[in-house]
């Protein structure tokens, strides 16, 4: 009923800047809180930043004051802008969205497929 797909991902150098973006469709009411993980190699899925509805936002030590989380309600899409770019940045990045569909008042969680990145000189 609903899908998420994640764009923007590539190859960076160390210290550049990449922009992903998360577009949701579907049968979607509205979107709760947004979020991006992101999953390196050998390990498991990490928080990486968060989006309310109202625009409240929380980010992780390792990418704050380098990442930006924003989101457009009425196009039901999110984006996440990614400066300052390291190397233990490569990772698959993964779009999630609290949605409410118009079948009812309940809620589930959707994931993307994944965007990757790499920054490497």
């Known amino acids: 009923q609903v899908q998420l797909v994640e764009s923007g991902g590539g190859l960076v150098q160390p210290g550049g800047s990449l922009r992903l973006s998360c577009a949701a469709s579907?049968?979607?009411?509205?979107?709760?809180?947004m979020g991006w993980y992101r999953q390196a190699p050998g390990k498991q899925r990490e928080l990486v930043a968060t989006?309310?509805?109202?625009?409240?936002?929380n980010y992780a030590d390792s990418v704050k004051g380098r990442f930006t989380i924003s989101r457009d309600n009425a196009k039901n899409t999110g984006y996440l802008q990614m400066s300052s770019l390291k190397p233990e940045d490569t990772a698959v990045y993964y779009c999630s969205a609290d949605v409410t569909s118009y079948s009812g008042s309940l809620n589930r969680i959707y994931w993307g497929q994944g965007t990757q990145v790499t920054v490497s000189s």
């Open positions: 989006i309310t509805s109202g625009g409240s936002t």
């Open positions: 579907g049968n979607i009411r509205s979107i709760n809180a």
